[in-house]
Nanobody, 125 residues
Framework: HVQLVESGGGSVQAGGSLRLSCAAS????????MGWFRQAPGKERQGVAS????????YYAGSVTGRFAISLDSAKNTMYLQMNSLKPEDTAMYYC???????????????????WGQGTQVTVS
């Protein structure tokens, strides 16, 4: 079992930056794959970025490539999402997620993740 707690959301002007954090606790194996997702009102949950523990593999949605960067500090058991050049369309609730295994090619699919945080709001104006 894994517990995930997000932080770092807030309000920022377009072009600004934010860094989200996701602190994980519990079974490390169950969080071998971790990801960031977002959901805007009236829209489906969208995969933003994902990362595997112990490796260099990262995955990004096309809409954030070049602007967002995902990273993982294994010593702190914390995942980060550095968001730069923010746009109003980035406004959403951001969630971190984890699972022990994610099928190749489905790293940004919400259905692949079993554990979820409570979310942190990001508003870009």
């Amino acid at each position: 079992h894994v517990q995930l707690v997000e932080s770092g959301g807030g309000s920022v002007q377009a072009g600004g930056s934010l860094r989200l954090s996701c602190a994980a606790s519990g079974d490390g194996y169950s969080s071998s794959a971790m990801g960031w997702f977002r959901q805007a009102p009236g829209k489906e949950r969208q995969g933003v970025a994902s990362i595997y523990r112990g490796g260099s593999s990262t995955y990004y949605a096309g809409s954030v490539t070049g602007r967002f960067a995902i990273s993982l500090d294994s010593a702190k058991n914390t995942m980060y999402l550095q968001m730069n050049s923010l746009k109003p369309e980035d406004t959403a609730m951001y969630y971190c997620a984890a699972n022990s295994v994610v099928l190749p090619g489905r790293e940004l699919e919400a259905s692949e993740y079993s554990y979820w945080g409570q979310g942190t709001q990001v508003t870009v104006s």
